[in-house]
T-cell receptor, first 122, second 107 residues
């Protein structure tokens, strides 16, 4: 079965960077875009972008352009999301999520990682 | 960006009740709509896609409908497992957006 296992909780100071990893198993990693979605405490879900594991191509929400980089390592079927210049309002749970093969032109998400809490605080 | 608005924000109901959650899009999205359930401290779980297609394993007491800008998620005969938060998400454009969520709580 599809499994996405993320790295653990982290605390960062304002201005620092953070990287979350997402190890995929149970399917052909290269075949489906990996997305990142975040959820601030008590808030809703916010899409951040995707990485194409096959080509390394990316697309980011405009809000995060210039601050986020999504990459992948196909040899270990792992996707990464780096967010830089962290602010207190980046405190959130960050999820990786796989595009469903039934998505069509755009994306909904049929498998999610367990989430990684990133706290930004001095 | 397409804005998604859910109502109500909170819905109180009892086991056995029938409830409906509404999701409205700021512009037409056809049937490019998904619904997710999220329990506290857990990741969202896909329940419905293409507005009305149930994901494998989702009980048939859940029903999705709608087209264009107005969509509904109906749960008939609520079970204890159904009390959670529900989100709609449009995937009509390259920028997926979610509703703010509806908390379904026990009355």
């Amino acid at each position: 079965q599809v499994q996405l296992v993320q790295s653990g909780t982290e605390v960062r100071e304002p201005g620092a960077s953070m990287t979350v990893s997402c190890k995929a198993s149970g399917y052909t990693f290269n075949d489906y875009y990996m997305h990142w979605v975040r959820q601030a405490p008590g808030q809703g879900l916010e899409w951040m972008g995707w990485v194409d594991p096959n080509t390394g191509g990316t697309d980011y929400a405009q809000k995060f352009q210039g601050r986020v980089t999504m990459t992948r390592n196909t040899s270990i079927t792992t996707a990464y999301m780096e967010l830089r210049s962290l602010r207190s309002d980046d405190t959130a749970v960050y999820y990786c999520a796989r595009s469903s093969p039934l998505s069509g032109s755009y994306y909904f998400f049929d498998s999610w990682g367990q989430g990684t809490l990133i706290t930004v605080s001095s | 960006d397409i804005q998604m608005t859910q109502s109500p924000s909170t819905l109180s109901a009892s086991v056995g009740d029938r409830v409906t959650i509404t999701c409205r899009a700021s512009q037409s999205i056809g049937t490019w709509l998904a619904w997710y359930q999220q329990r506290p401290g857990k990741a969202p779980k896909l329940f419905i896609y293409k507005a009305s297609t149930l994901q494998s394993g989702v009980p048939s007491r859940l029903n999705g409908s709608g087209f264009g800008t107005e969509f509904t998620l109906t749960i008939s005969s609520l079970q204890p497992d159904d009390f959670a938060r529900y989100y709609c998400q449009q995937y009509s454009t390259s920028l997926p957006t979610f509703g703010q969520g509806t908390k379904l709580e026990i009355k």
